[in-house]
């Protein structure tokens, strides 16, 4: 068996944690109970000591697959040489009665459910059901309750599986064999946990009378919460899919948001950037509220402000760069046992960038908080309001202490600090939506005249600091850092934020630069420089979705319009984007799905419907499949 493609895989989930599905049905990554959990299933990394549940069916001809509309219930058809089945796999969120003001809005059942189902002729084949508990460190014991009900531990976890078709243990694995015939039904449903007594009367609730139940309710939760997406424009199907990846990597208890539901897959095939992106970002999470709120989500964010306020009881005093959904976040270790996707190790779980300092996270913060109270009309719950004061307070304050300090910078290279451009942009950004939500207060409580006027004052010199001392007159272009030769992508988003003028001549040149130098046709680097990592790493596609803002900022909405399609089409056959993409290869790399490209994918597409109702566009959408490197003047 070979590694399959990153873009080969889908995602289901119930906002507490997700599993991916290749196309050929194998379920090769679930974490339980939550998302930064322990691994079960991990074939994704390792195929042979990564444990998998897999679907062999006899003589197969074909697949083909889609979500049911506005869900993220996954149906896959296939086509064997003597008939026709289909697949629908789905982890069960069903709708509370009256949804709590705070708190998971569904409850998650614990569970993955997968349903076969033959729906012509006639399909055979075997589930294969293989745990490897705690990311395949743990040997597997395995038992039956009966020929239908399994249970497996290991590693102080364990889980159940009850099936329709006798299930024969060997070892630590189990396969079912099943011949259906049209109508005939093989379902599989695995479970988290010991459960409640024997094993068999709970496990067997999954069954196909509770299947269909479950199945309805699920899809019901998922189509009231699509039905409430406020976008309405020409690209509402990739905007809903992205809305609901995004909702996927929500974590209900919690109100955290993770950066991707992954761990471990490379950015550069060869090399060694392979990380855990199973944490809640503060910069990621921050502008996954900011999709959120633009799509009408409004709880979502208010949600994540709840799993600020409870993992920070200090109120902004002491913000983090990153967070584990509970406790702190686990120190880096790799897994040396584990030979990685394409044998590209280590694998490694953990991160060490949560200890760097990275200062720009207070600006993201302030520009969520922005928008979600601009959203709420400065209305926002009494849980969140009466801690705002000192919240903005703390905020700010962590921008007037940072301001003349170096950091990691975004893209947290584990290089020495240098006086980050990007970060100085963000720390203006910071306190001018900080002076915006003050002075939009109605109740005028968050701060006196005297503090929005020094916040003016020091937004003012922070400006006009990184115009002076960011501009490099030998490359023509604002660089990565004060007194630094590198370009660096993240200036298109400081220009997105108003933090850089786009008609500003020495902007449009930096933008020339920044094509010239780090695009790849229509994917963008996020630089081209030594890092200290081995290996070329793959474009950062949030970059090229930037781009397409930055050009609808200059007017040219038909060239965005042209570039936003051609970059959607460089999605998965399911709307679905990893980190980065290979600019040879085309190929998916890095965790996924990715948050920040989905939030990306989600924020643009509302930029240019702005675009369209505000202005005439001043040029023809260009629809050639080659572009210049060069971003547009």
């Known amino acids: 068996m070979t590694d ?21 049905g194998s379920l090769d990554w679930l974490c339980w109970p939550k998302h930064d959990g322990p691994a079960v299933f991990l074939a994704l990394l390792d195929h042979e000591r990564g444990g998998s549940c897999r679907l062999a069916l006899d003589g197969l001809s074909g697949t083909s697959r889609r979500y049911l509309p506005g869900t993220n219930i996954l149906e896959t058809t296939f086509v064997t040489a003597t008939g026709r089945a289909v697949l629908t796999d789905f982890m069960p969120l069903h709708p509370h009665e009256s949804v709590p003001e705070e708190g998971p809005d569904g409850h998650a059942r614990g569970r993955v459910v997968r349903r076969l189902a033959c729906v012509a002729g006639r399909v055979s084949g075997r ?24 249970r497996f531990r290991g590693g102080g976890d364990a889980i159940r599986a009850a099936c329709t078709v006798p299930l024969a243990l060997s070892g630590g694995a189990a396969e079912g064999a099943f011949a259906l015939t049209a109508g005939g039904r093989a379902d599989l449903v695995i479970l988290h946990g010991e459960g409640e007594g024997k094993g068999e009367e709970d496990a067997a609730e999954g069954m196909p009378g509770a299947v269909d139940a479950s199945l309805a309710a699920t899809r019901a939760y998922w189509e009231e919460w699509s039905g409430r997406c406020t976008y309405d424009g020409p690209y509402r199907e990739a905007v809903l899919r992205s809305a609901l990846t995004l909702k996927l990597l929500t974590h209900g208890p919690s109100g955290g948001i993770v950066a991707a539901a992954t761990a471990g897959l490379p950015e550069a095939v060869p090399g060694n950037r392979n990380y855990d992106y199973r944490y809640v970002w503060m910069r990621d999470a921050s502008f996954t509220v ?15 402000l709840r799993f600020l306020r409870e993992a920070d009881a200090s109120r902004g005093r002491d913000l983090h760069l990153m967070y584990a959904l509970k406790g702190p976040v686990p120190v880096e ?32 913060f302030l520009v969520a908080l922005h928008g979600y109270l601009e959203a709420v009309e400065f209305d926002p719950p009494v849980k969140v309001n009466d801690h705002l004061p000192e919240a903005l307070g703390h905020l700010t304050d962590h921008i007037l202490r940072a301001r003349h300090a170096p950091d990691h910078g975004l893209w947290e290279m584990r290089t020495e600090k240098r006086q980050s451009l990007h970060t100085k942009a963000m720390l203006w950004v910071g306190l001018d939506r900080a002076v915006q939500i003050a002075r939009s207060d109605p109740k005028h ?32 272009a604002y660089t990565m850092a004060y007194g630094a030769d590198e370009l660096d992508a993240a200036v298109l988003r400081a220009v997105l934020f108003d933090a850089f003028d786009p008609d500003d001549p020495r902007v449009a040149r930096t933008l020339e630069r920044v094509g010239a130098e780090l695009g790849a046709g229509d994917l963008v680097y996020r630089y081209r420089i030594d890092d200290g ?36 089409a460089r999605g998965n056959d399911l709307g679905l984007f990893a980190e980065e993409i290979d600019a040879e290869s085309g190929e998916q790399r890095g965790n996924v799905p990715q948050g920040f490209t989905h939030m990306a994918v989600i924020n643009h597409a509302v930029r240019l419907a ?16 080659e572009e210049s490197d060069a971003l547009p003047a």
């Open 4 to 24: 399959r493609p990153i873009a080969d895989y889908a995602v289901i989930g119930d906002t507490c944690t997700t599993a991916l599905i290749a196309r050929d």
């Open 127 to 150: 589930w294969l059901l293989r745990p490897s508990f705690d990311y395949a460190r743990a040997p597997t014991e395995a038992a039956a309750d009966s020929e239908t009900c399994l």
């Open 290 to 304: 900011t999709a959120f709120v633009n799509l009408g989500y409004d709880r979502e964010a208010a949600e994540f």
């Open 333 to 364: 270790e790799c897994l040396d046992h584990l030979r990685g996707w394409r044998g590209v190790g280590p694998v490694r779980i953990g991160n060490a960038a949560a200890d760097q300092e990275q200062y720009d996270i207070y600006g993201e």
């Open 445 to 476: 409580r968050l701060a006196d005249a005297a503090t929005i006027e020094r916040w003016e004052r020091a937004a003012a010199e922070i400006r006009a600091e990184y115009h002076a001392r960011g501009w490099n007159a030998s490359r023509g």
């Open 533 to 568: 990592l081995e290996g070329a790493e793959a474009t950062f596609t949030a970059c090229a979705f930037w781009r397409v803002g930055c050009l609808a900022l200059a007017g040219r909405n038909g060239e965005a319009t042209a570039l936003f399609e051609r970059l959607l």
């Open 610 to 625: 702005a675009a369209r109702d505000g202005e005439t566009p001043t040029d023809e959408p260009d629809c050639r499949a």
